[in-house]
């Protein structure tokens, strides 16, 4: 194609690329007018148009002051020329006329010429219009259409139109990037047109160019075309003529190049969530859109306008979904976005149960139940309850927190046995959605329940295991309607401190959350017992509640089969199991039990049982004491005796006394003394004293009068033995006080003048007739015991034979009891009981004087110093 082919081309089909202004010369305004027709402002005009047709521009009303035109190759001289542009001023008014005398040949002229009237461009008050004068061919418009105005549409479609002006034969493509979206080559608008639209009117060769995008966010396609890209999106339109000037005009579509950052969870609840994110600058962005789906379904998509808005509360959302959110910035498209995962929260969080009372009320026990619901609701008119089916409207309700309500019903196991299912429903959007809980009561009553009478006041009641239960509640009342209740996880209870002779009907339930029903016994009052002797027959009965009895008229050497039932008026019940008994086969009790006592020791004699089996003789005795914690210790009872804190020790049969030592001062003590034999243990014979008061004071002791001891010289045997005194101090060392040789032709003089320095304990050694004598204490009194101890020993010592010896010993020591328990000493019967059970002992008239002697000092001693107790 040759370029005089082109300008005959051109002057045959190119007039102008412009609309046409209807009032022509327009009443106001400057304008541009060309071949009678008149022209907005930007219109264009080829080169081989405008010659020999001037382009006129005019302003009405107005008178030419230095007016101008300006090309891209600067001013035009009016009148005059510049790049085959040129000017001539018109012969009225304001009005400039510029035409071209040559095709336009070089860059310098080709392209945006302004007019200014009435005066030059540089009076800021001046009118201006534009004009583009071209050569051959021009794109007259690259433009962006169909923009979304609804952002929340996904993904997104526009188009770019390209109008193409001027000469008819070309090349036109449209790219992004390097991209091509569109091209087309060898265009001949006459005979071979590309796919463009003719919009050719008033003007001829007028193209429109049009592609269509699809954007996803990612990725910019038109049909099979696809190119990814971040950020805003440049375009150009590229028009080409053989041999002349590229044509090319760009544009920009903008999209934010980022997401929204730091997408996060405001709050949440059944059927709301509320997001935010941090906004993006005003130059980045013109709004957000938030899109919400659920699996794969779109559930809302919401537009939020301004770039400073950066949170969004979604709400009609379900309960327990899972939702995807989505945010984008937009501009004239959306760019990135970011995505969270969140779930809803349930409209009913949770429901439970708590025991308000204790489960003893039985139908009067009270449940709370406790619904947490969402606040997206309002408790007072959407939440309501069933109770086993029945609608229930007595509850109440507090507001935990923004999010939650604590909604509570309180109910009643009424009636009794039967299990309850608690729903709360609360009702959102016409939808209601429901959670429930249930109370378990057993299927029924507890089985086998029987009551058994233990003793006048306690009743024992036991039935068979539930294996549903985990515990059971007992009700009993007596004849008077007083009601007692009490409960228990096992299979059997005692009922204690009941009524005398009364009736009691007994009620057991079982229970798991809810009692059941009851099963029910009665246990009639009780009467009394009856004791069987199942072999010989007898029967007593006792018409009261005294659990004791002496059995008389029993055979010696005799076993019994002994059975004991409890008795009201309804009949006697069952016998227990029969303990066998045997009369008189085990020694009897032993008697005449005495006790002296001293701080820290005692000593105890007793006299042998009366009844000692033939067959089975006494082995030893068994001597037990323990210290009495509480009563009387001047009253003594068998049964005051514990056997399991007993301090145990054996002597032999042949011992009718013991001394016990180690024992506390100022102490009530008990003491037992028992035979044993091969057929095993008689009955205990017990005794109470008390220790002596322990004294720290130190006294000195004479052993007088002379008369008193030489009335015991006679007990002194032929042969000659040793007396040593001893103090024993605080610090317990031991000083002898005398030593001296007693016999039967020494004078006790100067014995009876020693003076002895006494402390707090008196023990006798019969293995080598020697002994200590220690009184503590001071006064009188601690003299004239000691006195006493002394001569005491000192008789017993010289009595060279062992039972004499301990009889004239056992015979004051009993005396001296009796005289404390029957105000009377009966030396006589005492010593005949002695000598009874101790054939051998007080043998001769000075033994039996002896004792007489020393009970009469004793009480001498006492008549003035209360120290016999």
Not at 156 to 175: A, E, H, P, T, V
Not at 532 to 545: A, D, P, R
Not at 778 to 784: D, E, F, K, W
Request: some cysteine.
């Amino acid at each position: 194609m040759t370029v005089s082919g082109l300008v005959f081309v051109s002057a045959v089909f190119l007039l102008s690329a412009n609309e046409v202004i209807s009032q022509c010369p327009p009443s106001s305004g400057i304008y541009l007018r060309y071949n009678e027709n008149c022209y907005p402002n930007g219109s264009f005009f080829s080169d081989n148009t405008i010659r020999g047709k001037p382009l006129e521009c005019g302003l009405p009303g107005a008178n030419f002051d230095d007016g101008q035109w300006i090309g891209p190759d600067g001013v035009v001289p009016c009148p005059g020329s510049k790049q085959n542009v040129q000017c001539t001023p018109g012969s009225s008014g304001a009005s400039l006329s510029v035409e071209t005398t040559a095709y336009l040949q070089s860059s310098a002229g080709d392209g945006w010429y302004k007019c200014c009237l009435p005066t030059n461009c540089s009076d800021p008050n001046t009118k201006i219009i534009f004009a583009n004068i071209f050569n051959f061919a021009q794109i007259k418009s690259f433009t962006v259409a169909d923009l979304p105005s609804d952002m929340t549409v996904y993904p997104q479609k526009y188009k770019l139109n390209c109008i193409k002006i001027g000469f008819n034969r070309y090349d036109i493509s449209m790219s992004i990037n390097s991209t091509a979206l569109a091209s087309y080559t060898n265009c001949y608008d006459n005979n071979n047109p590309c796919s463009g639209t003719d919009l050719s009117g008033v003007v001829e060769n007028t193209v429109r160019y049009t592609v269509t995008i699809t954007w996803d966010g990612m990725n910019v396609s038109s049909g099979s075309i696809s190119q990814s890209t971040t950020g805003d999106q440049m375009y150009q339109c590229v028009v080409q003529v053989t041999d002349q000037r590229t044509r090319t005009r760009s544009l920009t579509v903008t999209v934010p190049a980022n997401a929204p950052s730091s997408f996060a969870v405001v709050s949440k609840t059944a059927t709301t969530i509320t997001v935010n994110w941090t906004a993006l600058d005003s130059s980045d962005a013109d709004g957000y859109v938030v899109n919400v789906t659920s699996d794969t379904d779109t559930v809302q998509t919401v537009q939020v306008e301004g770039s400073n808005n950066n949170a969004i509360t979604l709400n009609g959302l379900r309960e327990l979904t899972t939702y995807s959110i989505t945010v984008r910035a937009y501009q004239q498209l959306l760019g990135p976005a970011s995505t969270i995962k969140v779930q809803t929260s349930p409209v009913i969080n949770s429901i439970n149960w708590t025991l308000v009372s204790s489960i003893t009320q039985l139908n009067s026990t009270q449940y709370r139940i406790t619904c947490i619901t969402t606040t997206d609701i309002n408790p007072s008119t959407d939440v309501y309850w069933l109770v086993n089916g029945v609608m229930k409207s007595n509850s109440m309700y507090t507001l935990i927190d923004v999010l939650t309500y604590n909604n509570t019903l309180l109910i009643y196991p009424d009636p009794l046995g039967v299990s309850v299912t608690v729903t709360c429903t609360a009702m959102i959007g016409g939808v209601n959605y429901s959670q429930s809980v249930t109370l378990h009561a057993p299927n029924g009553p507890p089985n086998n329940v029987k009551g058994f009478i233990l003793n006048a006041t306690s009743i024992k009641v036991n039935w068979t295991n539930s294996s549903e239960a985990i515990g059971y509640v007992i009700e009993y009342t007596t004849e008077s309607v007083t009601r007692n209740v009490v409960s228990t996880s096992k299979n059997e209870i005692v009922l204690t401190n009941l009524l005398l002779m009364s009736t009691y009907t007994i009620s057991v339930y079982s229970y798991i959350d809810l009692p059941s029903v009851n099963s029910t016994v009665t246990v009639l009052k009780f009467d009394g017992y009856t004791v069987m002797i199942s072999n010989s027959s007898i029967t007593y009965n006792l018409t009261s509640t005294k659990r004791s009895i002496i059995l008389n008229d029993l055979a010696f050497g005799t076993k019994y089969n002994i059975s004991v039932a409890a008795v009201n008026f309804a009949g006697r019940g069952p016998f227990s199991g029969p303990i066998i008994v045997e009369i008189g086969m085990v020694p009897g009790p032993v008697g005449s039990v005495s006790s002296i006592m001293d701080t820290t020791w005692a000593v105890i004699s007793w006299s042998k049982p009366i009844y000692i089996p033939s067959d089975y003789p006494i082995i030893t005795y068994e001597i037990g004491y323990h210290a009495l914690e509480s009563g009387n210790c001047s009253m003594v009872y068998d049964d005051d005796i514990t056997p399991e804190i007993l301090n145990l020790s054996n002597v032999s049969s042949n011992d009718t006394f013991t001394i016990i030592t180690g024992l506390n001062s100022n102490t009530c003590y008990i003491f037992g003394i028992r035979a044993y034999s091969d057929n095993g243990y008689g009955a205990w014979t017990v005794t109470t004293n008390e220790t002596l008061e322990l004294l720290t004071e130190s006294s000195s002791i004479l052993i007088s009068p002379l008369s008193m001891i030489k009335s015991l010289s006679s007990l002194i045997s032929p042969s000659s033995a040793q007396i040593s005194l001893f103090t024993i101090a605080s610090s317990s060392s031991t000083k002898q006080l005398f030593s001296t040789v007693i016999s039967p032709s020494s004078t006790l003089k100067s014995l009876s003048s020693s003076v002895i320095q006494t402390s707090v304990a008196a023990t006798m050694k019969p293995e080598n007739t020697s002994f200590i004598v220690t009184v503590g204490g001071s006064g009188i009194a601690v003299i004239m015991i000691a006195l006493l101890i002394v001569l005491i020993v000192i008789i017993i010592a010289f009595i060279n034979d062992t039972v004499s010896r301990s009889g004239v010993y056992c015979s004051v020591s009993i005396a001296l009891e009796q005289c404390k328990a029957e105000g009377v000493v009966d030396v006589f019967q005492v010593t005949k009981a002695i000598r009874r059970s101790k054939p051998g002992a007080v043998t001769t008239l000075e033994q039996y004087t002896s004792i007489y002697n020393v009970i009469d000092m004793f009480f001498k001693l006492h008549s003035t110093y209360a120290n016999f107790q």
